[in-house]
């Protein structure tokens, strides 16, 4: 059976260079830009406000997240979560997170 697996990584070198590894080794997948929503909601002010956000005056707010999708073979799903936690000091130097859905059918060529 296959699954999907999908990555949300924060945007920094050690996630690119986690890309590269896995393109290297074989892994294909679809990566997109991706904001979280607490990078979005303080861009957000009520109309009329006088308030001024921080995320609106800082220029090094993190740009964003790295959202990856990698349709696989379950029985290889192991193998490729880990090397994720191992690029991601198991989330805690590159914070983000993983988790996995069943595909009931999957046509095409992945």
């Known amino acids: 059976m296959k699954v999907m697996l999908f990555a949300i990584l924060d945007h920094v070198g050690a996630t690119e260079e986690l890309l ?5 080794e074989g ?11 607490h990078h979005v909601l303080p861009k957000f002010t009520e109309k009329g406000s006088a308030a001024v956000s921080l995320a609106n005056l800082v220029d090094d707010l993190p740009k ?3 959202t990856l999708f990698i349709i696989i073979e379950e029985e290889k799903l192991e193998t490729l979560k880990n090397k ?3 690029a991601t000091g198991n989330f805690s130097d590159v914070k983000g997170g993983m988790f996995v859905l069943p595909l009931v059918s ?5």
Do not use: A
């Not at 590269?20 to 290297?24: A, E, G, M, T, Y």
């Not at 892994?27 to 929503?37: E, H, L």
């Open 20 to 24: 590269r590894d896995l393109s290297k």
């Open 27 to 37: 892994y294909n997948g679809t990566v997109i830009d991706t904001v979280g929503m």
């Open 64 to 66: 964003g997240n790295l």
């Open 84 to 86: 994720i936690r191992e």
């Open 106 to 110: 999957v046509e095409g060529t992945f």
